[in-house]
């Protein structure tokens, strides 16, 4: 797998307009803003059977920051894609860069979403243990150890979970 910056991706991009960009984020966050011409292909729901794309051309892939990007390529290089490019620093980095994007209605970000909820059913997993019964902590503890997996393995359940939400959806 190839990485790229945003900026020589769209260099060669506009050197060669055969090259699709895929944007891999939830379709709320690409309709709140995505780079201009992008396709969107959400990870959660990305079918390589019905991939539109051949396994010898070249396949840019773009998320918001890098990580979900980084898993499609791994992916399409596992079902023998042959020239995937991961976009380094993702829709956060093209826009920073002045790079032409597409602007819609402002959203939530899943990574932001996912901070909340965890957040959220810690702090309701030690009220109840303080209040209520010390059996309430073992939620805390669950969601502890949940994104501990996460930071381990790169793979956040909750963050899939959240992804299919009638809100993240377009």
Not at 57 to 62: P, T
Not at 111 to 121: C, N, T
């Amino acid at each position: 797998m190839k990485n790229l910056t945003v900026e020589k991706s769209h260099q060669e991009r506009q050197a060669n307009s055969s090259i699709p960009l895929i944007d891999v984020r939830t379709p709320a966050e690409y309709g709140s803003l995505h780079a201009e011409s992008a396709l969107s292909h959400p990870m959660e729901s990305l079918d390589l059977n019905s991939f539109a794309f051949s396994k010898d051309q070249e396949i840019h892939v773009i998320c918001q920051s890098g990580g979900r990007s980084m898993k499609v390529c791994q992916k399409l290089e596992s079902a023998g894609f042959e020239k995937v490019v991961n976009v380094e620093g993702g829709t956060s980095a093209w826009n920073g860069a002045g790079l032409p994007v597409i602007t819609g209605k402002n959203v939530m970000s899943l990574e932001r979403q996912v901070r909340i909820a965890a957040g959220s059913l810690v702090v309701i997993g030690a009220v109840i243990g303080h209040f209520v019964h010390p059996g309430g902590f073992a939620l805390s503890a669950f969601v502890g150890a949940g994104l501990v997996f996460a930071g381990v393995t790169d793979t956040c359940g909750m963050g899939m979970l959240i992804a299919r939400m009638p809100w993240n959806r377009a």
